[in-house]
């Protein structure tokens, strides 16, 4: 089963307005937590990395007042599209990095969300 | 900087056939792991296959191996007796503790002819 839940799955919001996507780490205890866009026929880009109990680190170009990043449990870290554009329309995936020695450093990924801005 | 380069956009193979997908990395870092995932129309992102670095032996994870050549930083993935179920885009990725975040090649679809 699942060990990375993302929800929602699909989601479409009014121009300008706010969509908050969670991703859950089902088995184990996430202190990194990671965020990525991917438009089509193009591969993953982080967009940035989430610490629990601190914030963000965002990769170069992507805005952190747009998308608001917050890690609040080891277990939970959502992402927030504020003021939401049609541009911002994508697929936005998160993981989450297992720290158990057993599993390597495994990284899974949630199920991703499709977010359409209208 | 570390980056991951998979030199194939697109490949076909024969059902039943073997295929060889390429990814070579560039780092400095003397610990890390290596994977590749794969992500059919779905989009879902399905572990396939993990690599130690500080391991010698290649992994294996039943139709599918890798090649780790870790001197020529490189490492391939074999798909025996591939299946129509294996189309898909697979991305080899990168993962360095230090760095604390993983790293993604451009991806490779992979076409199964019946």
């Known amino acids: 089963g699942a060990v990375v839940s993302q929800h929602p799955s699909r989601v479409i919001c009014k121009s300008g307005t706010s969509v908050k996507i969670e991703c859950r780490s089902l088995?184990?205890?996430?202190?990194?937590m990671f965020w990525y866009r991917q438009f089509p026929k193009q591969s993953l880009m982080l967009m940035a990395t989430?610490?629990?109990?601190?914030?963000?680190?965002?990769e170069q170009g992507v805005e952190k007042d747009k998308f608001l990043i917050n890690h609040a449990s080891l277990t939970l870290s959502t992402l927030t599209v504020t003021s939401a554009h049609p541009e911002d329309s994508s697929f936005y995936i998160c993981?989450?990095?297992?720290?158990?020695?057993?599993?390597?450093?495994?990284?899974?990924f949630g199920e991703g969300s499709w977010l359409t801005v209208v | 900087a570390q980056t991951v380069t998979q030199s194939q956009p697109e490949m076909s193979v024969q059902e039943a056939e073997t295929v060889t997908l390429s990814c070579t990395y560039d780092?400095?870092?003397?610990?890390?792991?290596l994977f590749w995932y794969k992500q059919p129309p779905s989009r879902q992102m399905i572990l396939v296959i993990r690599?130690?670095?500080?391991?010698?032996q290649n992994a294996t994870e039943n139709r599918f191996s890798v090649n780790f050549q870790k001197a020529a930083k490189s490492f391939s993935l074999k798909i025996s007796d591939s299946q129509l179920g294996d189309a898909a885009m697979y991305f080899c990725?990168?993962?360095?503790?230090?760095?604390?975040?993983?790293?993604f090649g451009k991806g490779t679809r992979l076409h199964i002819l019946p």
């Open positions: 780092t400095s870092e003397s610990d890390y792991y």
């Open positions: 690599q130690e670095a500080y391991k010698q």
């Open positions: 088995d184990f205890q996430a202190t990194t």
């Open positions: 993981s989450a990095r297992d720290p158990a020695l057993l599993r390597g450093n495994t990284i899974y």
């Open positions: 989430s610490n629990e109990g601190s914030k963000a680190t965002y």
């Open positions: 990725a990168y993962y360095a503790p230090g760095d604390d975040k993983i790293i």
